[in-house]
């Protein structure tokens, strides 16, 4: 039996709703570049590996993966941020193009679009050079004026903060959506969550929930603590994703949990953003919250066995 006859979904149906459904991801998008190659030697100047760059590839990362995720899945997608004025953004807009989502980029001559530079070799990541930059205040204000100008136009919205800079006006986005009667989804960062007040759901993974309630010793205490923060923030609900142990919807009807489907795990990066991605495009296509996290989870298990920057095919999911 298939995962969506346990579920008892027509795939044929959930393909006809996820084509209307459209989703606005706000945050932080970066580039992300790997270069392949082979080591065989370490170099005479020191003690370092020396890679032979075979070949090199370009996919969008941060918030911008995770409208690719939503896109693979048959959504519609449209990603707001700021962006540099230089070579890495327009190769960002292609990528975004290419998969059939909608870029409105706000182009800051003043800073550099973030670009991650990741070297593989025998796929073993060597090393991993950032480059990035804060968004000026001129150009975040701008950007919140073209959200106020199209939320409205879209039936779920993800905030995808990755920590750079462009969810400042993060508690006037939340404010605005849900005025707008749209469902905010964040994917948050750092340890005060106070500016994520009255948002619809929390996604933080095990690690970024433990920086902010503390540690666990067990179930029941994870469980109070997820529920003191829920009702802190006036949240309807808080995801927590626990890695092998799978991830828990906690809601004030009570927690639900799922376990992992992933078989073999390769690169977890960009699986928080297929979970987030996952959820708000189930959420815009009429799914409730527990069927949401089932089929987020689903994709996640699959992102996971892929290599690097990666999303989850519709045909993919459907195939479980």
Same mark, same amino acid.
Request: hydrophobic letters at 45%; a negative charge.
């Given at each position: 039996?298939?995962?969506?006859q346990?579920?008892?979904?027509?795939p044929?149906?959930?393909?006809r709703?996820?084509?209307?459904?459209?989703?606005?991801?706000?945050?932080?998008?970066?580039?992300?570049?790997?270069?392949?190659?082979?080591?065989s030697r370490?170099s005479?100047?020191a003690?370092?590996?020396?890679?032979?760059i075979?070949?090199?590839?370009?996919?969008?990362?941060g918030?911008?993966?995770?409208?690719?995720?939503?896109?693979?899945?048959?959504?519609?997608?449209?990603?707001?941020?700021?962006?540099?004025?230089?070579?890495a953004?327009?190769?960002l807009?292609?990528?975004?193009?290419?998969d059939?989502?909608?870029?409105?980029?706000k182009r800051?001559? $003043?800073?550099?679009?973030?670009?991650?530079?990741?070297?593989?070799?025998?796929?073993?990541?060597?090393?991993?050079?950032?480059?990035?930059?804060?968004?000026?205040?001129?150009?975040?204000?701008?950007?919140?004026?073209?959200?106020?100008?199209?939320?409205?136009?879209?039936?779920?919205?993800?905030l995808?903060?990755?920590?750079?800079?462009?969810?400042?006006?993060?508690?006037?986005?939340?404010?605005?959506?849900r005025?707008? $009667?749209?469902?905010v989804?964040?994917?948050?960062?750092?340890?005060?969550?106070?500016?994520?007040?009255?948002?619809?759901?929390?996604?933080?993974?095990?690690?970024?929930?433990?920086?902010? +309630?503390?540690?666990?010793?067990?179930?029941?205490?994870?469980?109070a603590?997820?529920?003191?923060?829920?009702?802190?923030?006036?949240?309807?609900?808080?995801?927590?994703?626990?890695?092998?142990?799978?991830?828990t919807?906690?809601?004030?009807?009570?927690?639900?949990?799922?376990?992992?489907?992933?078989?073999?795990?390769?690169?977890?990066?960009? +699986?928080?953003?297929?979970?987030?991605?996952t959820?708000?495009?189930?959420?815009a296509?009429?799914?409730?919250?527990?069927?949401a996290?089932r089929?987020a989870n689903?994709?996640?298990?699959i992102?996971?066995?892929?290599?690097?920057?990666?999303?989850?095919?519709?045909?993919?999911?459907?195939?479980?």
């Amino acid at each position: 039996m298939t995962l969506m006859q346990q579920l008892g979904l027509s795939p044929q149906e959930l393909t006809r709703s996820l084509t209307n459904s459209r989703v606005l991801v706000v945050g932080d998008v970066m580039l992300d570049r790997y270069w392949f190659g082979d080591v065989s030697r370490i170099s005479p100047e020191a003690p370092v590996p020396v890679a032979k760059i075979a070949r090199m590839e370009e996919r969008a990362g941060g918030a911008a993966n995770v409208a690719r995720n939503i896109a693979s899945l048959g959504g519609k997608a449209t990603i707001l941020s700021v962006v540099g004025d230089d070579e890495a953004a327009t190769a960002l807009t292609r990528l975004m193009e290419s998969d059939g989502i909608t870029p409105s980029f706000k182009r800051d001559p $003043g800073i550099s679009t973030t670009i991650k530079l990741r070297v593989v070799a025998r796929q073993q990541q060597l090393i991993r050079l950032d480059f990035e930059d804060a968004p000026s205040h001129e150009i975040l204000a701008d950007k919140l004026d073209d959200y106020a100008a199209i939320v409205a136009e879209h039936d779920v919205v993800i905030l995808s903060d990755y920590g750079k800079g462009g969810l400042t006006h993060v508690s006037r986005m939340i404010e605005l959506a849900r005025a707008a $009667g749209k469902p905010v989804l964040i994917d948050p960062k750092g340890d005060d969550y106070s500016k994520y007040a009255g948002a619809t759901l929390l996604t933080p993974n095990r690690s970024e929930f433990k920086q902010v +309630a503390g540690s666990w010793q067990n179930d029941e205490q994870l469980a109070a603590k997820a529920q003191a923060l829920r009702s802190q923030l006036q949240l309807d609900a808080l995801l927590v994703t626990r890695s092998e142990e799978g991830m828990t919807l906690y809601r004030e009807a009570g927690a639900v949990h799922e376990p992992t489907l992933a078989q073999e795990v390769y690169d977890v990066s960009g +699986a928080g953003d297929t979970v987030i991605g996952t959820l708000g495009l189930m959420l815009a296509a009429g799914l409730d919250m527990p069927l949401a996290m089932r089929l987020a989870n689903a994709a996640a298990g699959i992102v996971v066995a892929k290599l690097g920057t990666a999303v989850c095919h519709q045909r993919e999911l459907f195939a479980l």
